[in-house]
Nanobody
Framework: QVQLVESGGGLVQPGGSLTLSCAAS????????MAWYRQAPGKQRELVAT???????NYADSVKGRFTISRDDAKKTVYLQMNSLKPEDTADYYC?????????WGQGTQVTVSS
């Protein structure tokens, strides 16, 4: 059974930084692709960043150059380093683990960017 627990969200001023963490349980982590999604109020959930088991990364255009996704397979944890945050980054951020065609989701962590 896979469980994902996000942490690290909070309130930050524009231009600030936050690092989100997602701790996974189970034996599939090292062979899984991991991703961060976000959902702003009244909007659809969107893909923010992905990292494969081979550590290939991909980013949404809106966060390129500002966000960095990384993983620590020994700790079964994926991170999202967010710099130069903007008010439009305000959303609930969700961790996703994909193994073959199975998707697992965390409960989300809220990020608010406001002065």
């Amino acid at each position: 059974q896979v469980q994902l627990v996000e942490s690290g969200g909070g309130l930050v001023q524009p231009g600030g930084s936050l690092t989100l963490s997602c701790a996974a349980s189970g034996q599939l982590f090292s062979s899984s692709a991991m991703a961060w999604y976000r959902q702003a109020p009244g909007k659809q959930r969107e893909l923010v960043a992905t990292i494969t088991s081979a550590r290939t990364t991909n980013y949404a255009d809106s966060v390129k150059g500002r966000f960095t996704i990384s993983r620590d397979d020994a700790k079964k944890t994926v991170y999202l380093q967010m710099n130069s945050l903007k008010p439009e980054d305000t959303a609930d951020y969700y961790c996703n683990q994909r193994w073959r065609r199975l998707d697992y989701w965390g409960q989300g962590t809220q990020v608010t960017v406001s002065s």
